[in-house]
């Protein structure tokens, strides 16, 4: 049996008192102090704002933040399915495997905000619809990290031919962590996808 592993997971509500200016000084200077410690993986969640509150975009922060660390591994908890297209965001997480040499951790979710999508003009589908979408968005991300050309024709999604060079450092792909909690249909694109499953917020 693998020993356990520990990592950091820095949720932007942490940061509420920063000031904008330091915001991602501090988020590196804590990622770099969880590499010196022997952390296994921080993880940052996607969100894109509550209320003032300043947010870093998670994908851009992971990207600098693979160049400010050389072993830990970096990665989301969970990145909203609904805020990219999938196959830009199978571009996006092969690039970050990319620059930080195989350090990636992807975890994505149906989304759960709904005054968020609103306010950035996504919409905020029934959690049937939002699921479904997760589905076909995670066999397209795979598809485009393990395929010469991707297509994939679905309810939701759709590619044609799509090619995703360089493709991930991590073989046969980086790890996929599901996250939700509905049991009767998130559970089952975990069964289907992912490596691992995270149950959010236990209360």
């Not at 942490?14 to 993986?41: D, H, M, P, V, W």
């Not at 990145?79 to 997480?93: D, G, I, Q, V, Y």
């Not at 905020?124 to 024709?153: C, G, N």
């Not at 493709?167 to 996808?193: D, F, N, S």
Request: with cysteine; proline share 5%.
């Amino acid at each position: 049996m693998d020993e356990p592993k520990f990592g950091v997971f820095l949720p932007f509500y942490a940061f509420r008192n920063t000031k904008t200016g330091s915001l991602f000084n501090l988020i590196r200077g804590i990622a770099q102090e969880c590499e010196r410690l022997g952390y296994y993986s921080v993880l940052l969640d996607d969100h894109l704002m509550l209320n003032r509150m300043p947010i870093l975009e998670c994908w851009t922060t992971l990207s600098a933040l693979s160049s400010a660390t050389e072993r830990i591994r970096l990665g989301t908890m969970v990145t909203c399915n609904s805020f990219r297209n999938p196959a830009l965001l199978a571009k996006m997480a092969a690039t970050v495997d990319n620059i930080s040499d195989g350090r990636l951790e992807l975890a994505v979710g149906a989304g759960v905000q709904k005054n968020e999508h609103n306010a950035y003009g996504f919409p905020f589908l029934s959690s049937r619809a939002r699921i479904e979408r997760l589905d076909e968005a995670v066999e397209i991300i795979k598809k485009l990290w393990t395929e010469e050309k991707a297509s994939y024709s679905g309810k939701h999604y759709t590619i044609r031919d799509a090619v995703c060079e360089p493709k991930p450092v991590q073989k046969p792909h980086p790890p996929i962590t599901i996250g939700g909690g509905g049991e009767k249909l998130t559970l089952r694109v975990t069964a289907r996808h992912a490596d691992r499953y995270d149950l959010g917020y236990l209360q």
